[in-house]
């Protein structure tokens, strides 16, 4: 019976920086989370009201995209754990970890600004996380495809 093979220091760095940012993204998004609710449940017009929709899409898409991408950061501090240096590089996880970072911004502060039912310029933090997003992953799954343990 072989053991499995121990991850290398920077593995571990690189894991356990995932895990960090992951659980805090995370704390940080459920807590907006329940500001909505309380924005929702003391029916604040700045949020409900007919002509603030866009605001609380916004805001909605802020949270949402927090907490998936706190999730995904997540995953793949586990996945570096369980498998290894070479399963998560250091740029993809940092690409990750800042899409999880400018997505929610974006939205956020598209959000809390709005100019005529526009969400304005600070929504353009939105699709360069996502693009930071999609190289981060794609880097993940080339890795994960080319390892031998996975």
Sequence with gaps: MSKSPKPEPASDAVALSSLR???????ISLSLGL?????????IGWYLD???EI???????AHIHGTLLALVNI?????????GAAIL????AGAVRLAAILMPIGFLLGGIVIHDG????????????GFLLVY???????AVNRSRRA
């Design 136 to 142: 981060g992953v794609a880097a993940i799954a080339i």
């Design 35 to 43: 500001v909505l609710e309380v924005l929702h449940g003391f029916k």
């Design 55 to 61: 605001r609380r899409l916004m805001l909605t898409l």
């Design 75 to 83: 995953a793949a501090g586990v996945l570096a754990k369980v498998f």
């Design 118 to 129: 526009d969400p304005g310029l600070r929504v353009l933090l939105v699709p360069v996380g």
């Design 89 to 92: 590089p250091a740029r993809a």
């Design 21 to 27: 940012f992951g659980w805090w993204a995370l704390g």
């Design 50 to 52: 007919v002509g603030n």
